[in-house]
């Protein structure tokens, strides 16, 4: 049975009056199948019973209905037009009354009334289905209501089990920066994240289901006591993190950032073990070779070139600069005789003393004065050699200390132009910057570029990092290092500072300057004048926001760095707590 009707005569309370044709074609009788035109009759319809006539003529209760509609019948309706209630139909005209009479004799009164039972019927059927509609539709919006509820329970639990599982990302993540050992943070990453990915593969499993199983509410209960501990850990590394001191040291190259490191390991970290020392001897030995290497092959391109004091000696000279490209060398002793009895003559002394004309490593002098010891089979470095020794420093490298049970990391970065690119993965939340002068640098060039004078790429370093828009915050711990060597330099009155520096033919002395106990007043106006330097690059562009603190320092002098250290250490604390927001 068809379920198409039309709910406007619904709407207006007209139950009967909304079948529209609603049955089927088996469901009609043969005569309702074909709807009357207006104004004639079918063609089975002979002997004067018109039976379209008499339905759509008859009015109230009366004969005559058995011959045709007159024109002048006020009965009559023009084809096309329909009175209210009328749907073009036949059962709809019997039902608003039309053809009360029996004019058109006994079998069609008989015909019209079973009609009327057939309508009446198709009408109950019809309300039937659509109660029946209504019932199903209101059963469908009670299952979309149910399925809608899980999805929404779904996604809200995926969401959750997510977020978790990001935070266990950001917690692995942190473990590298805060874990004493890697495998260990490595161990207890990878145990959290299985332990949240079966959590998560179980919960998806049984997500959707009307119950949980006793596994899974075991599994839930567990991943629950396992999500405290990590939010435990975390608060506890947090508070670590937060108490502890980040130093980021920051300077030109070899402006010995990594000397004070070493230092901060021989006065907080127990030194350098016998494994370590042992690694140090090839480093040592390739200083030596690297320096008499250095020195002897630039007694011929100087100008003007220095000749050797004993021409005798020239086949030593050959020998080591036929092994100065080979990086797998063994030092044998005859290298060793050769690189003492040349730094013997007075021709490599004096090219030594030109140093600044070249690029030198500053340990050079040390180890060559050293020969003796270094060359020994049984050499153990002290820890003045290894603070003396040189290696390039290439990375970012981290020392953990502890003072008065305050915890200080330091990270160390490589000084040279191609190095300090990878700064900025260190600028993050440092409680300050020690950038560290090579004070004695004064008449040197950069490795970089012959035309560069050392100090003033550093001022202009120093400039760049003071004007940084993201370290405004950052206060500066200023090291003006190798005060030992300054004061060689100025003492020996070969390179004065003002052939570099014009504006040091004018400078006076603060009054402020306190110099040394038994200091030289021209090594005290060298190195005042250097502070000020970097004190008028702070002062001119500063905001009050952060501050610079100038210390004088020999990186290889043990008891200066401590004492510089303990003085720096108020300074740090005040920076920190300013960090935080607790002063």
């Not at 490298?397 to 200080?408: C, H, P, Y």
Request: glycine fraction near 8%; proline fraction near 4%.
């Amino acid at each position: 049975m068809g379920l198409c009707y039309s709910l406007r005569p619904r709407l207006f309370g007209d139950l009967s009056g909304s079948i529209s044709n609603a049955t089927s074609d088996s469901d009609q009788p043969p005569d309702a199948a074909v709807p009357t035109r207006a104004g004639g009759a079918r063609q089975e319809d002979t002997g004067g019973c018109g039976e379209t006539s008499s339905l759509r003529g008859g009015g109230g209760g009366g004969g005559g209905g058995g011959g045709p509609v007159r024109p002048g019948d006020p009965a009559r309706v023009p084809a096309g037009e329909h009175r209210r209630g009328d749907t073009g139909t036949d059962g709809v005209l019997i039902q608003n009354g039309g053809g009360g009479g029996g004019g058109s004799g006994k079998g069609t009164g008989k015909e019209r009334g079973r009609r009327l039972q057939l309508l009446q019927k198709t009408s109950t059927q019809k309300q039937k289905n659509w109660d029946k509609l209504l019932v199903e539709e209101k059963e469908a919006e009670k299952e979309a209501k149910k399925v809608s509820k899980s999805i929404d329970k779904t996604l809200k639990e995926l969401k959750r089990e997510y977020k978790q599982t990001h935070r266990l990302l950001l917690l692995d993540s942190f473990l590298c920066r805060i874990s004493t050992t890697r495998p260990s943070r490595v161990a207890f990453s990878l145990f959290i994240l299985r332990v949240r990915k079966e959590g998560l593969g179980r919960r998806k499993m049984g997500c959707l289901g009307n119950s949980k199983t006793e596994d899974q509410r075991i599994d839930e209960k567990a991943q629950r006591e396992a999500n405290k501990k990590i939010e435990k850990q975390l608060q506890k590394e947090r508070q670590a993190y937060k108490a502890t001191h980040r130093l980021l040291l920051l300077g030109a190259g070899e402006s010995g950032k990594s000397t004070i490191v070493k230092q901060m390991r021989i006065l907080h970290v127990n030194g350098f073990n016998a494994e370590e020392k042992k690694q140090k001897i090839q480093d040592i030995r390739k200083n030596v070779k690297d320096a008499i290497v250095t020195i002897v092959s630039a007694m011929s391109t100087l100008i003007p070139p220095v000749p050797l004091a004993n021409p005798e000696d020239q086949f030593r000279i050959e020998y080591i600069k036929s092994i100065a490209p080979l990086s797998d060398f063994d030092y044998s002793q005859e290298f060793f005789d050769h690189a003492k009895k040349l730094w013997d003559d007075e021709g490599v002394k004096a090219c030594f003393e030109r140093s600044n004309e070249y690029q030198l490593i500053d340990c050079a002098q040390y180890f060559l004065d050293r020969i003796d010891s270094v060359r020994q089979s049984d050499y153990t470095p002290t820890d003045q050699d290894l603070l003396r020794c040189r290696v390039l420093t290439s990375g970012i490298f981290e020392t953990r200390f502890q003072v008065d049970k305050v915890n200080f990391h330091m990270f160390d970065v490589g000084g040279q132009r191609d190095e300090r690119r990878k700064w900025i993965q260190c600028f993050n939340d440092v409680t300050a910057i020690i950038f560290v002068v090579a004070s004695s640098s004064y008449n040197m060039v950069i490795r970089e570029d012959n035309n560069t004078n050392r100090l003033r790429e550093a001022l202009d370093l120093f400039r760049s990092i003071w004007n940084n828009r993201w370290l405004r915050t950052i206060s500066v711990i200023l090291f003006l290092n190798k005060q030992d060597m300054l004061a060689e330099k100025v003492l020996a009155g070969k390179s004065k500072i003002e052939d570099y520096f014009p504006e040091y033919a004018r400078y006076t002395i603060p009054n402020e300057a306190t110099p040394e106990p038994g200091e030289d007043p021209r090594v005290t106006r060298a190195k005042f004048f250097i502070r000020d330097e970097f004190l008028r690059i702070s002062t001119a562009s500063g905001d009050g926001r952060h501050y610079c603190y100038p210390h004088f320092t020999c990186a290889v002098d043990t008891e200066n760095i401590r004492r510089v250290f303990n003085d720096c250490r108020d300074i740090i604390q005040r920076m920190h707590l300013r960090q935080y927001e607790l002063l």
